[in-house]
């Protein structure tokens, strides 16, 4: 693998102007003083190739907790809307039940059973120590207070059940964040019907954002190219200039008829919380094949009026403003050309020196 090589560096530390000499061609400029720049010469290189898939940033599902309604009734107060931060255990809404309300009906009427047969089975314990009671009398008093006592804990197992409170009996039921996060799905608004469990569980959704999910889809003939544990570069539309790094975690193992494609996941680590639900994205992954391209310096290329240009060099202090196609930058600094150029040409190294100084310097008569 070659790098992109300099034919020579003709840099004049103390020229401050670029003195621009006239041509009947625009796109020619000829320079008096070119010992002020560098020339780089245009290389090919081997180089991995790339697959770019589009997303969507997901709540990670093993991070995600559905809020249910344990029993039916009403909404009486919404705590917790959409996009709201909670906390663990706080309040989310509250709900009357009827048949909480019966569950605290039967426990008072339980209390109140047992209490008169603790009372009888002491007073015929009484009886008992005087020997004026029948034995067979105790043990059917007995069998009456276990009775009521078990009536009592089955009654309050019940608004446990329900979610109810013993040491404060309500009808109300106050139903609580199961983990710190954010509410990302709402389907109530207020006042009115709380399903209950068997019939529509989920009242709120919340989910932990701190690691989040890009779901992308890949087509059939790129799957080969995407391995479990592979890392994944994901450039947000919000942010186009911040890569983030991820790791395939899944691949569905079944294609979309519609569109032979299949779902992979990327997990990417969210602390700073700047993905949001929702939001675009663009997933590349570096596959194991290898291309061979055409590259120059990145700082060659002068991008104006959304096209591609370079100072290409035709003759000593000549040079040509030529459009290229180019393509991604590599982490060495260097830029795909995929059109424009061909290897051995020279170039300005810098284009943005050689544009300024086009425009400010003064032409000679």
């Known amino acids: 693998m070659t ?30 003083d070119s010992k002020r720049f560098t020339v780089a010469r245009v290389e090919t290189r081997t180089i991995p190739q790339e697959l770019r898939v589009n997303g969507l940033v997901v709540p990670d599902d093993t ?24 906390q663990r255990g706080q309040v989310l809404l ?47 008093g007995k069998h009456d207070a276990e009775t009521a006592a078990a009536d009592v804990h089955a009654a309050g197992e019940q608004i446990r059940i ?44 919340i989910a932990d954002l701190s690691r989040v999910w890009v779901l992308c889809d890949v087509y059939e003939d790129n799957l080969a190219d995407v391995q479990i544990g592979d890392p994944a570069e994901v450039h947000l539309h919000a942010y186009p200039d911040r890569p983030f790094g991820g790791t395939v975690i899944d ?20 602390q700073a919380g700047l993905l949001r639900l929702g939001m675009l994205a663009t997933a590349r992954f570096a596959v194991r094949a290898t291309t ?43 830029q795909e050309i995929l059109g424009g150029l061909s290897p051995g040409d020279s170039v300005v190294a810098d284009a943005r020196v050689l544009a300024n100084g086009a425009r400010e310097g003064a032409p000679a008569r």
Request: hydrophobic share 35%.
């Open 3 to 32: 790098g992109v090589g300099c034919s020579r560096d003709t840099t004049d530390h103390g020229s401050t102007t670029v003195r621009i000499e006239s041509t009947p061609d625009p796109a020619v400029v000829r320079v008096a």
């Open 63 to 86: 991070r995600t907790v559905h809020v249910t309604s344990v029993a039916g009734g009403t909404l009486v107060d919404l705590r917790a809307h959409l996009g709201d931060e909670v």
């Open 94 to 140: 509250v709900t009357r039940t009827p048949g909480l309300t019966k569950a605290i009906i039967d426990y008072r009427k339980a209390l109140a059973e047992q209490a008169v047969a603790d009372t009888a089975l002491q007073r015929m314990r009484e009886l008992s120590d005087r020997q004026s009671l029948d034995q067979g009398d105790l043990q059917r």
């Open 162 to 205: 329900l979610s109810g409170d013993l040491r404060q009996l309500s009808p109300l039921i106050a139903v609580r964040a199961p983990i710190t996060g954010t509410v990302v799905e709402q389907t109530t608004a207020g006042r009115g019907a709380a399903e209950s469990l068997d019939d529509s569980p989920t009242l709120l959704t």
């Open 251 to 270: 691949i569905s193992r079944v294609l979309d008829p519609t569109t032979r494609t299949a779902k992979v996941r990327i997990a990417l680590d969210n």
């Open 292 to 334: 061979t391209r055409t590259v120059a310096p990145a700082s060659a290329v002068l991008r104006l009026d959304d096209r591609s240009w370079v100072f290409r060099e035709e003759a000593p202090s000549r040079f040509r403003r030529s459009e290229v196609q180019a393509g991604r930058v590599l982490p060495d600094g260097t």
